[in-house]
């Protein structure tokens, strides 16, 4: 059916879009360590009607550990460095969840971008 397919296809469009801009930006073509590239405050802003609101904080610190932050909620998360595939596995403990991130930098800029959600984190 429809609702099928489109499950399907915005996952996958998703990918593809991040495939796309990691391999524009070239990853990791500055020499990072990816143990400590990520630790710090990221930020996830969704603008609105023109107005910027701050829908999630995440905090990466030392020992794989961290939290996610809304307006409402701070839960913990844990975080490795898959090097197989090159990206961050966030795993969301309360949800018993996992996320993947890619890391790029473009000149002073840093980002985290979800292969699932299709959002983008900022450095904060």
Known sequence: S???VMKFILPAAAVLLVLAVLTAGCVNGEDIN?????LGDWKYVSV???ESDVVMTYHF???NTGTVSTAKTTSPI???YDGDEKM?????DALMQQEYFAYK???NSEYL???GGGYVLTKA
């Open 78 to 80: 844990h975080w490795i």
């Open 61 to 63: 610190g030392t020992g």
């Open 2 to 4: 429809a609702k099928h």
């Open 113 to 115: 971008i979800s292969v």
């Open 88 to 92: 961050y596995m966030v795993n969301y």
């Open 34 to 38: 990816p143990d400590t590239a990520i």
């Open 105 to 107: 930098k473009d000149g």
């Open 48 to 50: 609105t009607d023109g």
